[in-house]
Each structure stands twice: as C-alpha cells, then as structure tokens.
C-alpha cells in the first residue's frame, strides 16, 4: 500500500483522554499521521477547553506536527476562527502572496484558487518570507465529490531522504527565488503587495532582504536568497524549508510548463527558483526532492468539519486533484519574526 493511501485505511485505536476526559486522542500507526482528536463530551465548548489546553496542544503539536480535530460542533469559517486564536497568539493576514486566496474573515481565507484539475505541490506556506506563519491550520467547509485530499510530509524526515551531497550543496548555495508579477500570468505586485504604491513596495522589499526592478509598463520582478535548511525554534530539530520545487518551473506538469513557455520567454514566467548564486538547480536534483516528498506524503480522505493544524516548519503540505465543488478554508497564525536573515538558519 503506497503511503498516500495509509490513511485512509487506518483505523484508529484510542489511546488516551484528556485531563478532564473531554477529548479523545487516537493515534495512527506508528510514523503515521496526523494525531486524530474527537471530542468525547457532549456540548463540549471547543475554544474555552482549547484555551485551558493550550500548552498541552502545543506540545503535542511541536511533537507530531500535525493534529486532526475531527467530530467537534464547529460549522462556520468564524467558529473556525475563534478555536485558532484560542490556540494561537495571532494570527496573520495573507502578506507577500503567491497565489490567489479570496479573504472571508479576519485572518481566514479560501484555500489557494487554483485549478481543480491540477495538483499542488507539497510545500511550506511562505517559506521565502522572513516572517513565515509557524502554524497553518484548515478548515473543511465541503469536501469534494471526489478526491481532494490534502497530502502532509514530515520535513524533518524530507531532509534525512535527501542526500548528503545535494543538502550540503543547498546549506552553503541557499536558494534564489526569482519573481516576476502581473503580465497577465502571475499575481499584479499590487496584489501580492496590497498597496497601488510602488514606493510602498520598494520600500518593503529593502526591509525584506529582496532585491527589485521595474520593467517596462510598470511591471516588477524581484530576486530574494533563503535558506534552504532551518532550525525549528522549539523543537531544535534540522527541517527542509523552501519553495526549491514548488516555485521550479519544473514542478509544472509536462503540458503546463509547455503551454506557458509557449507564450513567455523562461526570464518571464511568474515563478522559478536557482541556487542562490544564480546557477541553474539540476533536474536530477529537484527528480529527488519530489521523490523525497512523494516517499514522505501521507494523505487523507476531508469530512465536513474538519480542522487540520499543521506545524509550518515541521510539515509540508499540498493539494490533490478533485471535481466537484470543494471549499477548504485556511488561517495562518504565530509569525516567526525574523528580524535578519540567518537567525535560526543552517
């Protein structure tokens, strides 16, 4: 059985209750995830008992990196909400965007709009930033007819998949993502940037460690250099933390990347990512960096309610095809303020 469909075919085996004996937590196999939890209390108030938790479901978190909350009377985007800040110290609005999110809610957004059709990636959300969210958590409001799962991986267990050599080569390297916005293909710099104000953005970009050039008709393209490697704050623990593969554009299907070449030169499209010295990343290198992914992915069936919390630093995620109407909500919380890059870098 591939590790995509463990999952689905786990049965969970209770293996504790809480301290006061409101929550159930059952445990997938052993390297399996996410820690399942279901409520077992009637008219149980979810974020009055995640509040007093709080600790304890960090803990949890910090340790398996990802937590389903699965069975709880939460129905609405807001009460969504309300659990995540119970369990958060803030959280944050969408800042230096890369894809198209429709805002619902303070700090709640739709899941990336993209294609139904076209898978997404494995990746950590914002990694490119200085400021990325620490947790990013999901909010199934309709699952899809068909498919639709949302694949995780454990980027700790990424990083020991990856050979020696390749990591080594991306820890003194690091990598370039290069960003070209609006031309009727990636997002307008006015979006990514909230703001009309080129001003605005030059300045955020200095502050941000990205360098920027404005092309012809007002368009933007900016270059900033990240690590490809970091520490968790907590947990100390090595991660793979990057856009590498999901900014390349080789991650794109075959007929995709084909379709977009065929209408912009390879400077122009939207997203690609180098080493940080400018040099071109092998195909044979980032061939192993999906496989590392693929090996790692574990993928589960959404059921309407469900909140999946996610340790941003610790787990990746993605996205499968579907059809059908689908709505995942999703809320980042907890920036990691990284004042200079390099603070908890490799």
Same mark, same amino acid.
């Given at each position: ?5 463990? /999952?689905?075919?786990? $049965? ?15 445990a997938a ?21 995640a509040r ?16 389903? /909350? ?9 009460? /969504? ?43 950590? #959300? ?10 990013? *958590? ?33 820890? #003194?390297? $690091? ?29 955020? *970009? ?6 920027? #050039?404005?092309?012809?008709?007002g368009h ?7 690590? %490809? =490697? ?27 990347? #084909? +379709?977009?070449?065929? =209408?912009?030169?390879?400077? !122009?499209? &939207? ?7 400018? +040099? &071109? ?10 496989? %590392?992914?693929?090996? !790692?992915? =574990? ?30 909500? =999703? ?7 990284? *004042? ?7």
């Open positions: 059985m591939s590790a995509i469909n463990k /999952f689905s075919a786990i $049965k969970p085996k209770a293996v504790r209750f809480s301290q006061e004996s409101l929550v159930r937590i059952s196999p052993e390297g399996q995830f996410p820690l399942m939890w279901e409520p077992a209390a009637e008219d149980l108030n979810l974020p009055n008992w007093n938790n709080r600790e304890w479901i960090q803990d949890e978190l910090a340790k398996h990196g990802a937590l389903l /909350f699965r069975g709880f009377d939460v129905t609405s985007a807001s009460q /969504f909400a309300q659990f995540i800040r119970a369990i958060s110290d803030e959280l944050i609005e969408y800042g230096e965007r890369s894809s198209p999110r429709t805002r619902i809610g303070n700090g709640v957004y739709t899941s990336t709009d993209h294609p139904p059709d076209q898978p997404i990636v494995l990746h950590n #959300e914002q990694s490119y930033t200085l400021n990325w969210p620490m947790k990013i *958590c999901f909010f199934c409001v309709q699952a899809a007819s068909q498919h639709g799962n949302t694949p995780i991986a454990d980027s700790r267990k990424i990083l020991k998949r990856l050979s020696p050599r390749i990591v080594e080569r991306f820890r #003194e390297k $690091k990598v370039m993502y290069v960003r070209n916005y609006g031309d009727g293909l990636g997002l307008p710099w006015q979006e990514v940037f909230q703001t009309e104000n080129p001003r605005e953005v030059e300045t955020y *970009c200095r502050q941000a460690s990205i360098e920027f #050039e404005w092309k012809e008709n933007l393209r900016t270059f900033q250099v990240r690590p %490809a =490697v970091r520490t968790h704050p907590k947990t100390k623990e090595a991660v793979w933390f990057n856009h590498a593969l999901f900014f390349n554009i080789y991650s794109l299907e075959a007929s995709v990347r #084909e +379709s977009l070449l065929s =209408v912009v030169d390879a400077a !122009e499209v &939207p997203f690609n990512t180098f080493y940080g010295d400018g +040099s &071109p990343i092998e195909l044979p290198v980032l061939d192993q960096i999906r496989e %590392a992914y693929q090996r !790692e992915q =574990v993928s589960f069936p959404w059921r309407e309610g469900d909140m999946l919390i996610l340790d941003n630093m610790l787990v990746a995620h993605g996205r499968e095809p579907f059809t059908g109407p689908r709505k995942i909500v =999703v809320a980042m919380a907890d920036p990691f303020v990284n *004042c200079q890059d390099g603070v908890s870098n490799e």
